[in-house]
Each structure stands twice: as C-alpha cells, then as structure tokens.
C-alpha cells in the first residue's frame, strides 16, 4: 500500500528562461505555472503534468483549481494547455468542481486574447484576472 501513497507526489519544477516554474499540491488540489513556456522538449516538460492532473482526476473527488501566470506560450506549450483543459472539461461535465485563474499583465494584451481563446471552449470557471504586479 505505501508505495501507492509514495506515487503520488507534488510538482516541483523550477522554471527557467524558456519553461515555466511547476507547482502542485495534491493536498490543496491546486497546479500552479507561471512564466514564459516555448521549451525545446514541450512534450518531456508537459506530460508530467498532463499526467498529474489525469490522475488527480481520476483519485480524488475533491475540486481542481489551476493558477497560471503564464507569459508566452509556443504552439507545443498551447496544445499541452488544450490538452490540460480538455481534461478539465471532461471533469466538469462529469459534475466535478475546477477552475482556472489566468492571471496576466495588462501590458500583454496577446496572453489575454490567447487565455481567452482557452476560454472560449470551456464551460466550467475561467477567470481571466489583469495584475500589475509580477507573478
């Protein structure tokens, strides 16, 4: 049995200038990016977190909240976004509670229009929140 528990283990990817800093809590049910994302392996960085979030799906009955200051993203780093969305539709329509908080810098105007494109295709909560200051 412990090596179930033992699985199950938070994200902590540090970010970096082309990946995005990686945080979840299974405990909280939270998944935190932040940052610019255009990595050369969008593939090897993502499907951790894809995976992470399927999972938590799938084990916990609890709600699902993503927080994403996320700055640029390269055409790899938006399909693993939609496919990340995509799971939290499933969720949704399965009567599950999650949410996403996209929040950004009034001064890109490009990651508004993007994160609303996201949200163009999502029925569940998906805030799209200015700041001024640095995430």
Same mark, same amino acid.
């Given at each position: ?6 699985? =199950? *283990? ?9 990946t ?7 405990q ?9 994302? &255009? ?15 399927? *999972? ?23 399909k693993?976004?939609?496919? =990340? ?21 009034? *001064? ?10 996201? *949200?163009?295709?999502?029925? &569940?909560?998906?805030? =799209? ?7």
């Amino acid at each position: 049995m412990g090596t179930l528990i033992t699985m =199950i *283990r938070d994200l902590d990817i540090p970010g970096s200038q082309s990946t995005p800093a990686i945080q979840s809590s299974w405990q909280n049910g939270r998944l935190t990016m932040q940052g610019d994302s &255009y990595p050369e392996n969008s593939y090897e960085l993502f499907d951790q977190v894809v995976e992470w979030v399927r *999972r938590f799906l799938a084990e916990e009955a609890r709600p699902l909240h993503l927080s994403l200051g996320l700055v640029y993203l390269n055409t790899s780093s938006v399909k693993a976004m939609m496919d =990340i969305f995509d799971l939290l539709e499933e969720a949704h329509g399965e009567g599950r509670e999650v949410a996403v908080e996209w929040y950004y810098d009034p *001064r890109n105007e490009r990651i508004a229009e993007l994160a609303d494109e996201f *949200r163009e295709d999502c029925n &569940y909560r998906f805030a =799209i929140t200015p700041t001024t200051a640095p995430t």
